[in-house]
């Protein structure tokens, strides 16, 4: 995924800890339509599932069910006002898979999908998703820009 050459003006946060990158999913919960796609890239710990554990929040689905898929490739929670797919793109080993998992299910449902390594993915079945970018500017802080 390039963002390099997006002409569209990033909203860019700084946190200073993992609990104001929570604090900053749920808020990103109340501004997603149902339908709604996150496509997330950054590197390991850059605090991806540190989001969607607040997005998990925001959309009223207890936090602590919330984990890396790491050896699914993706995990539903439909516990909240809207259900929430999370999907981990880690381990794709191809795109085949995608289809296998029913990844275009999800986006066209009213769930909120949500792709850590979103980079892995073919970006033609992402169009319709926002793109997150997590950077690690010191232990503690993440720069994160939502395009
Ligand atoms: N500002 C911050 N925001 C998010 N996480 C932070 C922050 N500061 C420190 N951390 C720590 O960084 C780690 C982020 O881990 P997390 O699992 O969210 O990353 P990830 O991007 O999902 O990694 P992976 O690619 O391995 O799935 C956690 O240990 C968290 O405590
Ligand atoms: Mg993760």
New binding site residues.
């Given amino acids: 995924m390039n963002f390099e050459g997006d002409e569209l003006k990033p909203k860019v946060f700084?946190?200073?800890?993992?609990?104001?990158?929570?604090a900053l999913g749920e808020r990103l919960a109340w501004e997603l339509r149902p339908g709604a796609c996150l496509a997330?890239v950054?590197?390991?710990?850059?605090?991806?599932?540190?989001?969607?554990?607040g997005l998990a929040r925001g959309l009223g689905i207890p936090e602590e069910e919330v984990l890396?898929p790491?050896f699914v490739l993706v995990r539903e929670y439909r516990r909240g006002r809207l259900p929430l797919f999370h999907v981990?793109a880690?381990r794709l080993t191809k795109p085949e898979e995608l289809g296998e998992i029913g990844l275009e299910e999800y986006l066209l449902s009213d769930g909120i999908t949500v792709i850590?390594?979103a980079d892995r993915v073919p970006q033609a079945i992402l169009p319709s998703c926002l793109k997150v970018k997590?950077e690690?500017?010191?232990?503690?802080?993440?720069r994160?820009s939502i395009f």
């Fill in positions: 700084i946190t200073k800890g993992p609990e104001e990158t929570v997330l950054g590197e390991l710990g850059a605090g991806k599932t540190t989001l969607i554990k890396s790491s981990d880690y850590e390594w997590l690690i500017l010191s232990e503690n802080e993440r994160i």
